[in-house]
C-alpha cells in the first residue's frame, strides 16, 4: 500500500515538473522580444546581454549550463573563478561549524533547562528576548568584534542555530514521563546516568526536531551571509554571478542551493526517525 501511494505520488510531482519546464521553455520563445530580438531597456543600459539571450534563460540552457558545471565542480582558478562544487564546500563548511558548537551549547544547556524549573524561569526572558532577534542583524557587531569575516559568518550561524535546538531539548526533556523518571530514583541511578541513560533516549526525537529545524534555518542564514560579506561561498557566488549578469548561473546555483539544502534536512530527517519508538 505504502509502495503504490509512493510510486503514484513520484509519477505526479515527475508530470509536474515535466509540465512546469515545457511551460517555462514554451514562455521563453513566445514571450516579449522573442520574435523581434529585441533586448529590454534595462539590458540595453547596463550593455549585458546580446539580443538573442534577452530575459529569463530557457530550462535547456540551465541543464546544459549546469552540465558544464557538473562535469568539473571543484576547479580553483582564483578569487572569482571558482567551481559551484568549491564554494558549496565553503558554505557547507561554515554551515557545520557554526551548527556543530550551536549543538554542543544548546543540548546541555537545554538539559539543564529541562530538568530544572528554577532554571527554566530565569533563563526563559533572555531567550525570548534574543530569539526573535534575526541573525543577519548580529553581523555588524560580529565584524567589529571579531574582524574577520569568515569567523563572523560562523558566529551568525552559532547564534541562528542555538535558539531551536535550545528550546526543543529543554521541551523535551521536560517532556519526558514521570513513570521513566520514577523508575531511575527507584534504581538509584545518579542525575547524570539518569539524563545519558533514560531522559536523552526518550527526549532524541524533540531534540532531533529541533536541529533538523536549526539546520534548514542556518543553510538560509549562510546565503544571505556571504553576500554581505563577500569572498567565497555560495552566496558570494550567486551575487558575483548576478553582477555579471550572467542569469544562467543565478539559477543553476539557486537551484544548487535547494538541492544541497535538501540533503542536509533529508540527513536530520533519517536519524530523527531511527531514535523513534512506538509507545
Not at 567589529?144 to 531539548?169: E, M, R
Amino acid at each position: 500500500m505504502v509502495t503504490n501511494i509512493n510510486l503514484k505520488a513520484a509519477i505526479v510531482s515527475a508530470l509536474m515538473l515535466a509540465g512546469l519546464l515545457i511551460v517555462w521553455e514554451a514562455s521563453v520563445y513566445t514571450g516579449p522580444g522573442a520574435a523581434t530580438g529585441e533586448m529590454s531597456e534595462y539590458e540595453m543600459l547596463t550593455g549585458g546581454a546580446q539580443p538573442d539571450d534577452s530575459g529569463i534563460p530557457a530550462p535547456s540552457a540551465i541543464i546544459s549550463h549546469a552540465i558544464t558545471e557538473l562535469s568539473d565542480p571543484f576547479y580553483d582558478r582564483g578569487t572569482n573563478d571558482k567551481g559551484i562544487g568549491t564554494q558549496l564546500l565553503y558554505s557547507v563548511g561554515r554551515v557545520l561549524t557554526g551548527y556543530g558548537l550551536a549543538v554542543l551549547v544548546a543540548v546541555p544547556l537545554g538539559f539543564v533547562v529541562g530538568m530544572s524549573p528554577v532554571m527554566q524561569k530565569a533563563l526563559n526572558p533572555y531567550i525570548q528576548v534574543l530569539r526573535p532577534i534575526s541573525p543577519l542583524a548580529w553581523m555588524p557587531l560580529a565584524l567589529f568584534i571579531i574582524q574577520d569575516s569568515v569567523k563572523s559568518a560562523i558566529f551568525v550561524i552559532f547564534i541562528c542555530s542555538i535558539w531551536p535546538i535550545l528550546v526543543n531539548t529543554a521541551f523535551g526533556v521536560a517532556s519526558v514521563k514521570r513513570d521513566l523518571l520514577n523508575v531511575a530514583r527507584t534504581l538509584e541511578l545518579s542525575r547524570l546516568k539518569t539524563a545519558v541513560t533514560v531522559i536523552l533516549p526518550a527526549a532524541a526525537p524533540t531534540i532531533l526536531t529541533g536541529m533538523r529545524i536549526a539546520i534548514g534555518i542556518s543553510w538560509l542564514v549562510i546565503v544571505a551571509a556571504e553576500m554581505l560579506v563577500g569572498g567565497t561561498g555560495i552566496g558570494y557566488y550567486v551575487w558575483n554571478e548576478w553582477n555579471n549578469l550572467d542569469l544562467t548561473s543565478v539559477i543553476f546555483s539557486i537551484l544548487m542551493i535547494g538541492v544541497v539544502g535538501m540533503v542536509l534536512d533529508s540527513m536530520l530527517a533519517a536519524a530523527t526517525r531511527a531514535v523513534q519508538y512506538a509507545d
